[in-house]
């Protein structure tokens, strides 16, 4: 069981925008504690996609956007690609359990 | 370009010590922009953060597993290592290091892993 909650999975066509949600609590988004994104294939090493909650590295498309309200944040995808199918990762901190990922959510692009 | 490299045994036993090497090649572990950290992932299972170390010598464990888990760096051959012992089956997984960049203002609370190994698998078995 997961700090961080996440759908296992959603799915979209290409082109259509998706979200996936991370859901905490008081002890670690709702903390204040910075919420980041990596994707994941498998066989591969997991990427970083947002930082600080909205933050893209360079090299990240904008297509990917973060932002976190309360005790929940969420990762949007637009213009949905079929090279997004993945698995993606929420990450933050929480004051008891120190750094904790959310459980993982699979992309499917129908 | 940094790179992470991770080294050791692919199998161990029950109830002895994995022994992990993380070898960073395009940067140095003594950077105090930086945190170093060991993530590992079960199989069919997600992400679980193990310990993250900083240049001072400062380390971090994941609660779960502090009884049983050391991180430590190597400056000179600038490589930092995780060793966790008493394993079980539970501890097999593909185990990655990584490096943390984090919020100058926030500090070590914000820290994200930017850049990572291509992993290891170690399973335990007998």
């Known amino acids: 069981q997961s700090v961080l909650t996440q759908p296992p999975s959603v799915s979209g066509a290409p082109g259509q925008r998706v979200t996936i949600s991370c859901t905490g609590s008081?002890?670690?988004?709702?903390?204040?504690?910075?919420v980041h994104w990596y994707q994941h294939l498998p066989g591969t090493a997991p990427k970083l996609l947002i930082y600080?909650?909205?933050n893209r590295p360079s090299g990240v498309p904008d297509r990917f956007s973060g932002s976190k309200s309360g005790t929940s944040a969420s990762l949007a995808i637009t213009g949905l690609q079929a090279e997004d199918e993945a698995d993606y990762y929420c990450?933050?901190?929480?004051?008891?359990?120190?750094?904790?990922f959310g459980g993982g959510t699979k992309l499917t692009v129908l | 370009q940094l790179q992470l490299q991770e080294s050791g045994p692919g199998l161990v036993k029950p109830s002895e010590t994995l022994s992990l090497i993380c070898t960073v090649s395009?940067?140095?572990?003594?950077?105090?922009?930086?945190?170093w950290g060991w993530i590992r992932q079960p199989p069919g299972k997600g992400l679980e953060w193990i310990a993250t170390?900083?240049?001072?010598?400062?380390?971090y464990y994941n609660p779960s597993l502090k009884n049983r888990v050391t991180i430590s760096e190597d400056t000179s051959k600038n490589q930092f290592s995780l060793k966790l012992k008493s394993v079980t089956a539970a501890d097999t997984a593909v185990y990655y290091c990584?490096?943390?960049?984090?919020?100058?203002?926030?500090?070590?609370?914000?820290?994200?892993?930017?850049?990572w190994g291509q992993g290891t698998l170690v399973t335990v078995s007998s």
């Open positions: 990584a490096r943390a960049g984090y919020d100058i203002l926030i500090g070590y609370f914000s820290a994200y892993f930017d850049y």
């Open positions: 395009g940067g140095s572990i003594s950077n105090s922009r930086y945190y």
């Open positions: 170390i900083y240049y001072s010598g400062s380390t």
């Open positions: 008081s002890s670690n988004i709702g903390a204040g504690y910075d």
């Open positions: 600080g909650n909205s």
């Open positions: 990450q933050s901190y929480d004051y008891r359990l120190r750094r904790v």
